[in-house]
């Protein structure tokens, strides 16, 4: 099955400072890779997603890079705020529907 | 529109009892998930149900856990008996998969979970 790794495991920025979260994956038959953003109590809700036939993504402050070849991809926060503090999971997905989580990543913003 | 909808949110029992989670997923989802998260974990699958069919549960604990989706709408997943190492958030998800394209539309919704506590 799908083994997916997810670094760092916590994450401390200064407010305003730029954060980044790294995941690999196993499986080069993966084709789809969400990131998840879940707050404390709370259910993980989707932020961003990107598909195998693209490279890069942005919405607004956030953005995801995939590279095939190498089997990872990121996501990057820019100017985080306060409200960016959360736990954030990548995950890959295949065609058979199972998707596959990483660890998640605790992203503390200092104000 | 309502989102994945899941009961009770806590449920405190002590060990060798039974209990129960119920999910109503959102209406049209076919596909619907059960997740295990541990804390400080990312979630693990227990079971994926096309429809009515469980079309993966290699990962559900067959001796203790059972779950079903009668009707292809709502899910119930039970313990009996609970274990002290069952403690853990129990989502429920659903998607909407397209199986005639072959494509999946990959997005799973989650309910808030059912957190359960083993004494």
């Known amino acids: 099955g799908e083994n997916v790794e997810q670094h760092p495991s916590t994450l401390s920025v200064q407010g305003g400072d730029s954060a980044v979260i790294k995941c690999t994956y196993s499986d080069s038959a993966s084709n789809y890779f969400p990131w998840y953003k879940q707050e404390l109590g709370k259910r993980p809700q989707l932020i961003i997603d990107i598909r195998s036939n ?17 089997k990872h991809f990121s996501l990057h926060i820019t100017e985080t705020q306060p409200e ?5 999971f990548c995950a890959a997905f295949m065609n058979d529907y199972k998707l596959s989580f990483g660890a998640g990543t605790t992203v503390t913003v200092r104000a | 529109e309502a989102g994945v909808v899941q009961s009770p949110r806590y449920k405190i029992i002590e060990k060798k009892q039974p209990v129960a989670f119920w999910c109503n997923p959102i209406s049209g989802h076919n596909t619907l998930y059960w997740y295990l998260q541990n804390l400080g974990q990312g979630p693990e699958l227990l079971i994926r149900y096309e429809n009515e069919e469980a079309v993966d549960d290699s990962q559900l604990p067959k001796d203790r856990f059972s779950a079903e989706r009668l009707k292809g709408v709502d899910s ?7 274990e002290l190492g069952d403690s853990a958030v129990y989502l429920c998800a659903s998607s909407l998969n397209r199986a005639w394209t072959g494509v999946s539309t990959g997005e799973l919704f989650f309910g808030e979970g059912s957190r359960l506590t083993v004494l």
């Open chain 1, 54 to 70: 693209v490279g890069e993504k942005k919405d607004q402050r956030i953005a995801v890079t995939l590279n095939k070849t190498a």
């Open chain 1, 84 to 88: 960016d503090s959360a736990v954030y």
């Open chain 2, 76 to 82: 119930t997943l039970k313990i009996q008996p609970a």
